[in-house]
């Protein structure tokens, strides 16, 4: 049990476009779900802690318009990234927070996003 | 603010070498501990947890970690490394007046030489 999905694994996308990445609790309720950012070689940055049926709470210098996170169910959050630049070429990995027991959080594959 | 540092940024070791990886934290209060692993090419995989009870933590592949609260310490070992453990190495810590976030600490990228 406890597996996180995500979807896309990769994507390629134009500059100025917008691109949508889910993260899926496959198993369990997870009422909080947390959106990271790795740059290559780099360590795991939180970027925003997505709340479900309410708004999403962004660290210190994440802009808030650019990246919308939207968390509809208890199993679902999405990551929309708007108006995407080669600067956000990255991978995004999300994890979801168990609602029950020891609220574990467990971490999806990742997205490779890269915007040409 | 609360804080994870990892001291060794890059380790090059020869198989059957022993392996310990540093980690502190800053933080007076409660808190989750954990070591991820990450394969070249590949996603994080959770290598062991602390939560509470034994401090002496036993994970997978043969690794284990040690949490020493008065040292604010959770080092990462391994007694007899293999080549297939090269891989980045990362702490994590969940402070838990921080709503449960888990703050990363900068990696530590382990090399195996055959």
């Known amino acids: 049990g406890a597996v996180v999905s995500q979807h896309p694994s990769w994507v390629i996308c134009k500059s100025g476009t917008s691109v949508k990445i889910e993260c899926r609790s496959l198993d369990f309720q997870a009422t909080t779900m947390f959106w990271y950012r790795q740059f290559p070689k780099q360590s795991l940055m939180l970027m925003a802690t997505?709340?479900?049926?309410?708004?999403?709470?962004?660290e210190q210098g994440v802009e808030k318009d650019k990246f919308l996170i939207n968390h509809a169910s208890l199993t679902l959050s999405t990551l929309t990234v708007t108006s995407a630049h080669p600067e956000d070429s990255s991978f995004y990995i999300c994890?979801?927070?168990?609602?029950?027991?020891?609220?574990?959080?467990?971490f999806g594959p990742g997205t490779r996003l890269t915007v040409t | 603010a609360q804080s994870v540092s990892q001291h060794n940024h890059h380790v090059i070791l020869s198989e059957a070498a022993s392996l310990e990886l540093g980690c502190n934290y800053s933080?007076?209060?409660?808190?989750?501990l954990f070591w991820y692993v990450q394969y070249p090419g590949q996603h994080l995989q959770l290598l062991l947890k602390y939560f509470s009870g034994d401090p002496l933590v036993k994970g997978i592949k043969g690794f284990e970690a040690e949490f020493i609260k008065s040292k604010f310490s959770f080092n990462l070992r391994k007694p007899s490394v293999q080549w297939s453990d090269t891989a980045e190495y990362f702490c994590?810590?969940?402070?838990?007046?921080?709503?449960?976030?888990?703050?990363f600490g900068k990696g530590t990228r382990l090399h195996i030489l055959p």
């Open positions: 994890s979801a927070r168990r609602d029950r027991g020891l609220r574990e959080q467990y």
């Open positions: 933080y007076g209060g409660t808190v989750n």
């Open positions: 997505s709340n479900e049926g309410s708004k999403a709470t962004y």
């Open positions: 994590a810590v969940t402070f838990m007046n921080r709503d449960d976030k888990i703050i």
